[in-house]
């Protein structure tokens, strides 16, 4: 069993930059592919950035490439999401995922993520 729990969020300006983390508990966390998943009112969860067990390979939703960063830190135990030039439209609550796997390629699929955190919410003020 893994237990996430996120840390970091509130409100910003337009333009600002928040760093999430996210801890887990568990000494599955190393096997683990983690993913940062967010959910706006009304809207469905999405997925925003993901990173392999090894830290190799990370990928991104396009609408934060170039803006968000996500890394982790085996030894901590934690995934972390860097978040630059924040934008209204990222507000949302955040969430901390991982999916026990060796797969290259983070998943971007709800359904293929174990575990959850309870989410951090980000809001962005224009």
């Known amino acids: 069993q893994v237990q996430l729990v996120e840390s970091g969020g509130g409100l910003v300006q337009a333009g600002a930059s928040l760093r999430l983390s996210c801890a887990a508990s568990?000494?599955?966390?190393?096997?683990?592919?983690m993913g940062w998943f967010r959910q706006a009112p009304g809207k469905e969860r999405e997925f925003v950035s993901g990173?392999?067990?090894?830290?190799?390979?990370?990928n991104d939703a396009d609408s934060v490439k170039g803006r968000f960063t996500i890394s982790r830190d085996n030894a901590k135990n934690t995934v972390y999401l860097q978040m630059n030039s924040l934008k209204p439209e990222d507000t949302a609550v955040y969430y901390c995922?991982?999916?026990?796997?060796?797969?290259?390629?983070?998943?971007?699929?709800?359904?293929?993520?174990?575990?959850w955190g309870r989410g951090t919410q980000v809001t962005v003020s224009s």
């Open positions: 990173i392999s067990w090894s830290g190799g390979n990370t």
């Open positions: 568990g000494r599955a966390f190393s096997s683990c592919a």
């Open positions: 995922a991982g999916e026990l796997s060796l797969r290259a390629v983070p998943s971007t699929r709800t359904t293929d993520y174990d575990y």
